[in-house]
């Protein structure tokens, strides 16, 4: 174990889920600040900080599905308003949204291939860049009908942003550093 990275990890947790964020960011971008928190913030953390071997990570390209298929799923609208009625359904979303996002750093930092890894943090940063910008720019709130809650598009904006300024940049440095890192190694 890394204590640093430890560390952070357990900050980051504890710092996603004990504050209020509801009532002072709103219900949707508080469910979207725990997302990202835990998928590109905390899943990283606890990869650096509990490193597994390549033999134990799942293949990149299919821990980069998996966390494509659990993001995207939650976040259409039958789904999303099953997870705001609270119990199981949304203990079951967030550690899946955990999950996939161990899945898919430890595959991407595993020893090799770096090039592979760096290919599935990049198509991660693009699927989570498309999703916020699907958010910030639709024309009305998607959620609300569904969730059987007042529309908040600007509530809806907000998320969008914090999934852009948390994910996007998250899993793109990451991806560049990991290509970085296998073109200094093949320039050795």
Known sequence: MRAAPAIAAGLLLVGVWLPDWEA?????PAHMLRHMGLVALAAPALVLAFPVSGRVAPP????????FVVVWTFHLPLAHATTQSGGLWYVLEQALFLAA????????LAPSPRLAGAGGLLLTSMHMTL????????????YAEICGRA????GQQLGGILMLAMGT??????????TASALKESAA
């Open 101 to 108: 996002g161990i899945a898919v750093w430890a595959s991407a």
């Open 169 to 178: 940049p998250a899993y793109l440095f990451g991806g560049l550093a990991l």
């Open 151 to 154: 529309p908040d598009l600007s």
């Open 60 to 67: 990149v390209a299919i821990a980069a599905a998996v966390e």
């Open 24 to 28: 002072h960011l709103g219900a949707f």
């Open 131 to 142: 999703l916020g910008a699907l958010l910030i720019l639709a024309p009305k709130d998607l």
